[in-house]
């Protein structure tokens, strides 16, 4: 791991200094870096992804335990700068580029990395191939929901994630139904496992210091959670109607439902089989009501 002054002389040394653009922030609290290794409990035949591996800090101290190390970087020259710290550790594939291809899916160069391809999908844990997938990363603050995202609803499935990301985010990852937090990446996190904040971080602990605070968080895949959502994308499709329009009542959003999630006259009926109040807010009502109404619908879909 790299102190404050080993990476600011790396950065210099290279010319650099860290990018706004890419709202680089090195966790640089040498005891919270390990606090965030040694909470994902990496085992010695794990994948673990890291996104915005920055020098190259935390991915050392990833590969001595992991199996395998994924580390991506989207700034070429930190990207450069931790290959060559990275020099001679064999069980490390550093990618340089974005690790999404759009917000709804990774790069393809990430995918392949993984080296999983022909065992990987959609809502199948990449756990039947090696022991876990994880992503442990002190993530770029504007990819670090999408990234969750996309590692919940596949085709790659986390099994864990332990995660800095700034304060509001490790709010709304780990909010119960019906506070102001509460939103669709709760409902999904909720719906498919456990998330647990472990610190709040104070920007003294990063350099540059970012202008919030954050948050290291544990998310953690619950099996049992997850094989009760017959098809995670309608899921999250049920789930983003309904948010997509938080403030106004149920009966309301159903109205702007698009084709292919049914109409008015459908969810009132649904709404009616699964006990759930037409008037109520969409913040109210909880992951596993989501759930039991996207499973109720799936019948209706089109094609099903």
Same mark, same amino acid.
């Given at each position: 791991?790299?102190?404050?002054?080993?990476?600011?002389?790396?950065?210099?040394?290279?010319?650099?200094?860290?990018?706004?653009?890419?709202?680089?922030?090195?966790?640089?609290?040498?005891?919270?870096?390990?606090?965030?290794?040694?909470?994902?409990?990496?085992?010695?035949?794990?994948?673990?992804?890291?996104?915005?591996?920055?020098?190259?800090?935390?991915?050392?101290?990833? #590969?001595?335990?992991?199996?395998? /190390?994924?580390? !991506?970087?989207? =700034?070429?020259?930190?990207? +450069? *700068?931790?290959?060559?710290? $990275?020099?001679?550790?064999?069980?490390?594939?550093?990618?340089?580029?974005?690790?999404?291809?759009?917000?709804?899916?990774?790069?393809?160069?990430?995918?392949?990395?993984?080296?999983?391809?022909?065992?990987?999908?959609?809502?199948?844990?990449?756990?039947?191939?090696?022991?876990?997938?994880?992503?442990?990363?002190?993530?770029?603050?504007?990819?670090?929901?999408?990234?969750?995202?996309?590692?919940?609803?596949?085709?790659?499935?986390?099994?864990?994630?332990?995660?800095?990301?700034?304060?509001?985010?490790?709010?709304?990852?780990?909010?119960?139904?019906?506070?102001?937090?509460?939103?669709?990446?709760?409902?999904?996190?909720?719906?498919?496992?456990?998330?647990?904040?472990?610190?709040?971080?104070?920007?003294?602990?990063?350099?540059?210091?970012? #202008?919030?605070?954050?948050?290291? /968080?544990?998310? !953690?895949?619950? =099996?049992?959670?997850?094989? +009760? *959502?017959?098809?995670?994308? $309608?899921?999250?499709?049920?789930?983003?109607?309904?948010?997509?329009?938080?403030?106004?009542?149920?009966?309301?959003?159903?109205?702007?439902?698009?084709?292919?999630?049914?109409?008015?006259?459908?969810?009132?009926?649904?709404?009616?089989?699964?006990?759930?109040?037409?008037?109520?807010?969409?913040?109210?009502?909880?992951?596993?009501?989501?759930?039991?109404?996207?499973?109720?619908?799936?019948?209706?879909?089109?094609?099903?």
């Amino acid at each position: 791991m790299q102190t404050k002054r080993q990476i600011h002389q790396l950065l210099a040394s290279a010319g650099v200094v860290p990018n706004r653009r890419f709202g680089q922030h090195f966790l640089v609290d040498l005891n919270l870096l390990r606090l965030v290794v040694d909470a994902a409990q990496i085992d010695p035949h794990d994948v673990v992804l890291e996104v915005g591996c920055g020098t190259g800090s935390m991915t050392a101290a990833l #590969a001595e335990r992991a199996g395998r /190390v994924v580390a !991506v970087e989207v =700034d070429p020259t930190l990207a +450069a *700068i931790a290959r060559s710290q $990275l020099a001679g550790v064999d069980n490390v594939e550093l990618i340089e580029g974005d690790v999404l291809s759009s917000k709804g899916s990774f790069n393809p160069a990430v995918v392949e990395a993984i080296g999983v391809l022909g065992s990987i999908k959609s809502g199948v844990s990449v756990s039947q191939t090696v022991s876990r997938l994880l992503l442990v990363s002190n993530l770029p603050y504007d990819v670090a929901s999408a990234v969750i995202a996309n590692l919940v609803n596949g085709p790659l499935v986390a099994d864990a994630m332990v995660v800095t990301v700034q304060k509001e985010v490790a709010e709304r990852m780990a909010a119960a139904h019906g506070g102001r937090e509460y939103g669709s990446l709760s409902i999904l996190l909720g719906a498919t496992g456990d998330v647990e904040v472990l610190r709040i971080l104070k920007p003294g602990v990063f350099w540059p210091p970012p #202008a919030v605070d954050s948050a290291i /968080v544990r998310f !953690v895949r619950n =099996d049992d959670k997850r094989d +009760a *959502i017959d098809d995670i994308a $309608l899921f999250g499709d049920v789930v983003g109607l309904f948010m997509g329009h938080r403030r106004k009542m149920l009966r309301a959003c159903a109205k702007h439902a698009p084709a292919h999630l049914g109409d008015h006259d459908l969810w009132m009926g649904l709404f009616e089989h699964c006990r759930i109040d037409p008037t109520a807010r969409p913040e109210e009502l909880s992951p596993g009501q989501y759930v039991e109404l996207a499973n109720r619908y799936r019948p209706h879909a089109p094609g099903r």
